[in-house]
């Protein structure tokens, strides 16, 4: 089992940039795929990002060009830079990973982004 814990989330204006963080709680060098998902008030969980154990990146076309994530299996985080922030970029990010060779996905708690005026 893991723990996920995000950081990094809250108010910012429109244009402006937010970083989130993940940690999980144990080695993330054999996971298979990590991802940044986030969920709307009103809306289903969508996913906003994600990247694979040799590092290819995947993004919703939403957030292409704006968006960066990455991992750092040394520190066992992933990360999820936010720029050129909209306020349809509003809602709950979450966390999730998968472990090589399981069907599990295990979830972090959320942390909410709100980009407003």
């Known amino acids: 089992q893991v723990q996920l814990v995000e950081s990094g989330g809250g108010l910012v204006q429109p244009g402006g940039s937010l970083r989130l963080s993940c940690a999980a709680s144990?080695?993330?060098?054999?996971?298979?795929?990590m991802g940044w998902y986030r969920q709307a008030p009103g809306k289903e969980r969508e996913m906003v990002a994600t990247?694979?154990?040799?590092?290819?990146?995947n993004y919703a076309d939403s957030v292409k060009g704006r968006f960066t994530m990455s991992r750092d299996n040394g520190k066992n985080t992933m990360t999820l830079q936010m720029n050129s922030l909209k306020p349809e970029d509003t809602g709950v990010y979450y966390c999730?990973?998968?472990?090589?060779?399981?069907?599990?996905?295990?979830w972090g708690q959320g942390t909410q982004v709100t980009v407003s005026s």
């Open positions: 999730r990973l998968r472990f090589i060779g399981t069907l599990v996905d295990y």
């Open positions: 990247i694979t154990s040799g590092g290819s990146t």
């Open positions: 144990r080695s993330i060098s054999s996971t298979n795929t």
